[in-house]
């Protein structure tokens, strides 16, 4: 008996079933995929995956009679979607994990049209499914790296955004500074924002928002310090502004304070990641390499 030639390691994966009495497509896949919540297998047919008798069907109550053959194909983007910037670290139904490079804009606004993290994803989910979505989670600076959330689903996005404290285990991030830092420490103040959109730290409550950064020396020279920052709050510009009450401003950052571009770019890398999935439960840790400018001098 020949053997059947081993499929392509790469190739899509596709499950599928030859139907046994009349039923509806959300019934049968319930029936089919036991293990599977039932929200998962909702989210697969509305993604455009299930096939009947080789025709896509998003629809739940679509009737199905004995011999007829069910598919789930496997998501593909499209070929000629060619993420910019942007690196995927995790996708699953309700969150995608990206790697964002220095100088791309987590999401626009009415002034900003030009591509984004957010377009660019935008544009590879509905790839899949015109009907696909993303929603951001928080966001980072235009000029810091490093690692993102997005939700797959406004549900999935306002769960994260309203237990994010708790949900985020772990946040931190690779600082490049200015001169010698002497030791670690933690920088509590109150954030406010002028009119100009600078941040402004005060010592006192001021009716800004509370900020709370913690900072530790990895290396340090006579010119720079590489810290580690972690954060219990998210502010705007929170990490930019307290290195510049610090006495150490960011390198690069010449709005807060800096003088020195050595590495030709924010000297701001969100390195980790640390959460508990919004809908399963699991923790999941997420690290983004500190780029090879940070590290060069020492």
């Given at each position: 008996?020949?053997?059947?030639?081993?499929?392509?390691?790469?190739?899509?994966?596709?499950?599928?079933?030859?139907?046994?009495?009349?039923?509806?497509?959300?019934?049968?896949?319930?029936?089919?995929?036991?293990?599977?919540?039932?929200?998962?297998?909702k989210g697969i047919l509305k993604r455009g995956q299930i096939v009947v008798n080789d025709k896509p069907?998003?629809?739940?109550?679509?009737?199905?009679?004995?011999?007829?053959?069910?598919q789930i194909r496997a998501r593909v983007a499209s070929a000629s979607i060619k993420l910019k910037g942007v690196t995927i670290l995790h996708e699953d139904d309700d969150v995608i994990v990206i790697d964002k490079e220095s100088g791309l804009l987590s999401m626009g606004s009415k002034q900003e049209r030009q591509m984004t993290a957010y377009k660019q994803l935008m544009d590879y989910v509905q790839s899949i499914h015109p009907k696909n979505r993303?929603?951001?989670?928080?966001?980072l600076d235009r000029d810091t790296s490093?690692?993102?959330i997005f939700a797959r689903s406004k549900i999935v996005q306002q769960k994260l955004q309203k237990s994010w404290t708790e949900a985020v285990q772990e946040r931190s991030y690779v600082a490049l500074v200015e001169g010698i830092v002497q030791k670690g420490g933690t920088i509590t103040s109150?954030?406010?924002?002028?009119?100009t959109f600078m941040m402004h730290s005060s010592p006192k409550p001021n009716n800004g928002q509370k900020a709370i950064t913690h900072y530790k020396v990895l290396?340090?020279?006579?010119?720079?310090?590489?810290l580690k920052v972690s954060l219990e709050t998210g502010?705007?510009?929170?990490?930019?502004?307290h290195m510049q009450e610090l006495g150490h401003p960011i390198v690069g950052d010449k709005k807060y304070g800096s003088e020195i571009n050595a590495i030709n770019r924010l000297g701001l890398h969100a390195n980790v990641i640390k959460f508990t999935h919004p809908t399963?439960?699991?923790?999941?840790?997420?690290e983004s390499e500190t780029p090879s400018s940070f590290t060069r001098g020492f």
């Open positions: 008996m020949k053997k059947k030639p081993k499929a392509k390691q790469n190739a899509p994966r596709h499950e599928e079933w030859t139907v046994r009495e009349h039923t509806e497509v959300l019934e049968f896949l319930f029936k089919v995929m036991p293990s599977k919540s039932r929200n998962a297998v069907t998003t629809q739940f109550d679509d009737k199905l009679k004995p011999g007829d053959h069910v993303v929603f951001i989670v928080h966001r490093g690692v993102m109150w954030l406010t924002e002028d009119k290396k340090s020279n006579r010119r720079f310090s590489l502010r705007k510009n929170q990490i930019r502004v399963s439960g699991k923790v999941m840790r997420f």
